[in-house]
DNA sequence: TAGATTTCGAACATTTTAGTAAAGAAACTT
DNA sequence: AAGTTTCTTTACTAAAATGTTCGAAATCTA
């Protein structure tokens, strides 16, 4: 599962592509939007900031704007950065390998095998959903699947 | 992640597949031979009786068994039984839907959306590798890959 | 420069989950 | 009857998830 703040953070993420170009947005407004604690949010906001992908503004009309086009903003980059893996074994990831404690012959384990394929059917999506292409979808599904 | 928990129910249960159509088998042999801790494993392979995967006998001579071909018990199945939902968010699930608290408009939802695609790329392998598949897997890496 | 605004940063608090262990009851075999 | 093995309940510990508190530090406006 997902956690709350790595959803959070792509529903912040989200606004501020909407925001895309214009003056930067206040955590505050961001906040009240999307139904997130604001406090949390800060702290969501700002390990997104120091990874590089927000912009952000001290003082009054300051806030938090996007670093980086909604276009080159990976789902695969947003949850790794939050949740961290993604892979649902450490020996699979390829951003955090960890060996299994217990394994003992790892490149002959079946179960890995197993999961190596898993983990690669969900970076085919992961990796080519962008924040710009949820953005897309969600305004796609609001025009046709409305009653 | 994979819980550990899910992670030893697997192992247990290709164990006991590599023994299916013989004596059962006890839990500590189990344990010993994969390394896990012995009253961890009784709750495990418990849960996995009470669900009707396992066949269970008591006293001398007693011990655990398949209670189903190693070809119709699916990762899908122990995944849910001992982790939960397989989907990465609760308003995606097939069997543990729960709505996402802070979501206004679901069906609208490109995050959801997406994570339907994820959770059936997920399912289209879970729901296909059996037991019976993993034992081969792994007798065909321990031929293949060797040095 | 003063005051208002807004992010930054650490630390703390609370709740849930994961992982494990203990003790003894119940069932079965010999 | 004695020994073996699963079953059941209970409880503990450590870590992670989810927030909150408090007070800086930077920036803008008047």
């Known amino acids: 599962m997902l956690s709350k703040k790595t959803k959070y953070a792509i529903k912040a993420l989200m606004v501020l592509g909407r925001n ?7 955590i505050i407004r961001i906040a009240e939007e999307e139904r997130i604690p604001k406090k949390f949010l800060e702290q969501i906001l700002l390990e997104m900031r120091n990874a590089g992908i927000l912009y952000s503004k001290k003082g009054a009309g300051g806030g938090y704007s996007l670093n980086k086009a909604p276009e080159d903003i990976y ?5 790794r950065l939050i949740d961290g893996p993604i892979a649902l074994l450490p020996c ?3 951003n955090f390998y960890r060996s299994c404690e217990e394994c003992v012959e790892e490149h002959a384990c079946g179960i890995r095998d197993t999961f190596t394929d898993v983990r690669n059917a969900m970076l085919q999506i992961l ?4 924040i710009a292409s949820l ?3 969600e305004s796609d599904l609001g025009f046709f699947g409305n009653p």
């Open 127 to 130: 990796n080519d959903t962008s």
């Open 20 to 26: 895309y170009g214009k003056e930067p947005m206040q």
């Open 135 to 137: 953005i897309q979808k």
């Open 75 to 79: 789902l695969s980059q947003i949850m």
């Open 92 to 94: 699979v990831s390829l």
